[in-house]
């Protein structure tokens, strides 16, 4: 039998600090209130959010350098929805894991459904993966795969990502991501306008057979590995991709895929108001693609973008229904702790932009009160709210200090007696 976190262990744990939470919830509230603001709906709030693990995101990451494997490390889907199962049980946040094929395989997918539903989760967007060479395949990816010069590898992609289509479905799952690493290092390698054209043609394939009720999730991304171009690069060339597909076809926003100091709050702005958003990979960075946690760089973009989807919730923007997914590499952590401390950092930054009176700001907007208006973002900003998210978790019998509940269990330690480490493993993403 393997070992798990009690409810009991929990509920211990909380007992210790509720009385210092109780003095600081009340406290907030009256500071709330003074404000206008009821603190019990920001609590609804914060318990309705959701946002959804990647199954590659509990091992631990690497560069194209080094991979240092941590202990106890996941040694395939069975031991990642156990370590996601850990991570919804303390944030009460993550109720849903997106899975990456063929990382992910198993024969049989109803039993995984099964297996993953004992640990209160379900299954997110599926994604596929053009991106590697697997073991005993035909045609190479090297040089691209649903924009590859050759029809025959094209196609390959194309059946690999119906593959994860028809396994998503065995899931529970609604949409498929997909990504490719499709471009080139040299200019002239390849001609900029007919590999757009190839895309096009492959995914409009995948397009054709995505179920009735299904989305696809185009995801763009500047360059890595491809350093001269990059297929889908940026949300022009995906807006292009997904208004040429139809109305299945949504863009999705990696914070890590863009130019460095790209407003990536306003991309999110015109992707709403094209109907067009598919949801989003969290993460944070400094300079690219980093891959780093949730909220550790720059916790205000994060807001900023939280500021245009709540305002886009509220005034009920057409076709608006973003899929929350976090997507990180956590090379010098214990992944989980990494996920746990960016789950909470998202549903803080949705219960911070959930602050703001959106007919105040209008009306300073309105009447070009510059500094108001700025003002009443920052101040959502700087409340510490930690206390509204603490109860939430409260009520859904979570621990108010997830961090110590996990690191009092000792859960790293038994799973590194209960899973002998994988020998051989040192390639840079997981
Ligand atoms: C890529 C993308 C993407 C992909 C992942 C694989 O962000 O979503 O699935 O890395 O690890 O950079
Ligand atoms: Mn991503
Ligand atoms: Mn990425």
């Known amino acids: 039998m393997s070992f798990a976190i009690t409810a009991?262990?929990?509920?211990?744990g909380n007992?210790?600090?509720?009385?210092?939470?109780?003095?600081?919830?009340?406290?907030?509230?009256?500071?709330?209130?003074?404000?206008?603001?009821?603190?019990?709906?920001?609590?609804?709030?914060a318990m309705g959010y959701s946002v959804a693990v990647p199954t590659w995101g509990v091992g631990t990451g690497g560069t194209?350098?080094?991979?240092?494997?941590?202990?106890?490390?996941?040694?395939?889907?069975?031991?990642?929805?156990?370590?996601?199962?850990?991570?919804?049980?303390?944030?009460?946040?993550t109720d849903n894991v997106s899975p990456h094929f063929p990382w992910d395989f198993v024969s049989d997918y109803n039993a995984l459904r099964q297996e993953a539903a004992q640990f209160s989760l379900g299954f997110d967007a599926v994604n596929s993966n053009t991106f590697q060479d697997q073991k005993d395949q035909k045609l190479s990816y090297k040089y691209g795969s649903l924009a590859h010069a050759d029809k025959a590898t094209r196609q390959q992609a194309v059946e690999h990502n119906l593959k994860?289509?028809?396994?998503?479905?065995?899931?529970?799952?609604?949409?498929?991501?997909?990504?490719?690493?499709?471009?080139?290092?040299?200019?002239?390698?390849?001609?900029?306008s007919r590999m757009f054209e190839?895309?096009?043609?492959?995914?409009?394939?995948?397009?054709?057979?995505?179920?009735?009720?299904?989305?696809i999730f185009l995801e763009h991304k500047m360059y890595e590995p491809a350093f001269y171009s990059t297929v889908i690069s940026d949300w022009g060339s995906n807006l292009l991709a997904a208004q040429q597909l139809g109305p299945k076809a949504r863009c999705l926003v990696d914070l890590g895929h863009h130019a460095p100091n790209t407003n990536i709050e306003q991309i999110v702005a015109r992707l709403i108001h094209a109907g067009k958003l598919a949801g989003f990979h969290f993460n944070d960075s400094k300079y690219g693609d980093d891959d780093l946690d949730s909220g550790a760089i720059d916790p205000f973009r994060l807001f900023l973008v939280f500021n245009e989807l709540v305002d886009a919730e509220m005034?009920?923007?057409?076709?608006?229904?973003?899929?929350?997914?976090?997507?990180?590499?956590?090379?010098?952590?214990?992944?989980?702790?990494?996920?746990?401390?960016?789950?909470?950092?998202?549903?803080?930054?949705?219960?911070?932009a959930s602050l703001i009176d959106r007919e105040a700001l209008a009306a300073a907007q309105d009447s070009n009160d510059v500094m108001g208006a700025h003002k009443m973002l920052k101040q959502a900003f700087i409340t510490d709210v930690s206390p509204i998210l603490a109860e939430a978790r409260r009520r859904k019998q979570g621990p108010l200090?997830?961090?110590?509940?996990?690191?009092?269990?000792?859960?790293?330690?038994?799973?590194?007696?209960?899973?002998?480490?994988?020998?051989?493993?040192?390639?840079?993403?997981?």
């Open 8 to 12: 009991d262990f929990i509920a211990s």
């Open 15 to 45: 007992t210790a600090l509720l009385a210092a939470h109780e003095d600081d919830y009340a406290a907030l509230g009256r500071q709330l209130e003074r404000r206008g603001i009821a603190i019990e709906k920001l609590v609804a709030r």
């Open 64 to 93: 194209r350098f080094a991979r240092f494997p941590g202990p106890g490390e996941p040694r395939h889907i069975h031991d990642k929805l156990e370590d996601c199962g850990v991570i919804h049980q303390l944030t009460r946040v």
């Open 164 to 192: 994860c289509i028809e396994i998503g479905q065995k899931l529970g799952s609604r949409a498929l991501t997909v990504w490719i690493a499709d471009g080139t290092n040299f200019p002239g390698q390849q001609n900029l």
């Open 198 to 215: 190839n895309y096009l043609d492959a995914a409009s394939q995948i397009y054709a057979l995505l179920p009735r009720d299904w989305l």
């Open 315 to 352: 005034r009920k923007a057409k076709d608006f229904a973003p899929a929350y997914m976090i997507d990180q590499s956590h090379n010098v952590t214990d992944p989980i702790e990494s996920l746990i401390s960016s789950a909470i950092e998202i549903q803080r930054a949705y219960v911070q």
């Open 401 to 430: 200090d997830p961090l110590k509940a996990y690191r009092a269990s000792g859960y790293r330690a038994q799973k590194t007696a209960e899973r002998p480490p994988v020998a051989g493993n040192s390639s840079g993403i997981v």
